[in-house]
């Protein structure tokens, strides 16, 4: 079950500048923006949101009309779910950068997600095109058919000539994501991919710091019943990593943590304990 969704949302035909707000459906909308735009401008961003009533997300925009594109990339489940495990490169690397060639209209260009057993890239997708082309780039698993979906996306009359995006980009079964150039009518565009870090099975990462927890036991009774949270913080390098903070949150519930933070040991190691309501 999804507890939170990410989001491509891109903006067209806004008639004033404005900003538009991502919330969990059926709650308050909270005075916070998730992406600010001039009137006239065609851009896109990622956005993380919860889901409320219905497993929905709802966007309100603050001022004037505005048209959306709203593209599914991924979700968060529950705690304690099957998933992949996010994996934080210790330094950002490039990936790809087709300067000074170039991709043509309707061509896609490859780049090969680090990390071992990475299902998903977590890239930054900047598309450095001839100023006064409108045009949209979309990453998706390198050997697939490009989905109907955008990534990043301008006009020509945005005054941006370099427009950037975050994305989780999906891999193929060999670690490489496409990131294809519009259609086949698109101006040549140069794109530069760079990877912050990545999603796998593993919580071991390639050159980054990853977090495991376990709980023992992992289910227990609401009857004041205690159970035993250990986090080991990991960095593939340098191993350990010791005198760092992890707090312990969770969503719904039903107890207590104490402590709410705690200070890694020599092997990486903080401990806490959970007691569930009685």
Request: charged share 5%.
């Amino acid at each position: 079950t999804a507890t939170a969704v990410v989001l491509n949302v891109a903006i067209t035909n806004a008639t004033a500048s404005s900003f538009i707000t991502a919330f969990p459906a059926g709650q308050t909308q909270p005075g916070t923006a998730s992406q600010n735009f001039l009137a006239g401008e065609t851009l896109s961003s990622q956005v993380i949101a919860a889901v409320g009533a219905g497993g929905s997300v709802t966007i309100a925009n603050h001022a004037g009309n505005v048209d959306l594109v709203v593209d599914v990339d991924g979700y968060y489940g529950a705690a304690g779910g099957t998933g992949s495990l996010l994996n934080v490169l210790s330094t950002p690397v490039r990936l790809t950068d087709t300067r000074p060639a170039g991709i043509a209209g309707g061509a896609s260009a490859t780049a090969v997600v680090q990390g071992a057993g990475a299902t998903a890239g977590v890239l930054s997708v900047a598309d450095i095109a001839t100023p006064g082309n409108g045009n949209f780039l979309t990453a998706y698993p390198a050997g697939t058919t490009a989905p109907l979906a955008a990534t990043v996306n301008y006009t020509p009359g945005d005054t941006y000539n370099i427009v950037e995006n975050a994305a989780y980009g999906t891999t193929n079964s060999t670690g490489s994501v496409a990131i294809l150039n519009g259609p086949a009518n698109a101006a040549t565009a140069n794109v530069v991919v760079d990877e912050d870090g990545y999603f796998a099975p593993t919580s071991t990462p390639v050159n980054g710091t990853s977090v495991f927890l376990s709980a023992s036991p992992g289910s227990i009774v609401a009857n004041g019943s205690t159970s035993a949270l250990v986090a080991t913080v990991t960095n593939a390098t340098t191993g350990p990593v010791s005198g760092d903070v992890v707090t312990f949150a969770g969503t719904g519930v039903c107890g207590t943590i104490t402590p709410a933070s705690a200070t890694t040991s020599a092997t990486g190691v903080a401990d806490a304990t959970y007691t569930s309501s009685s």
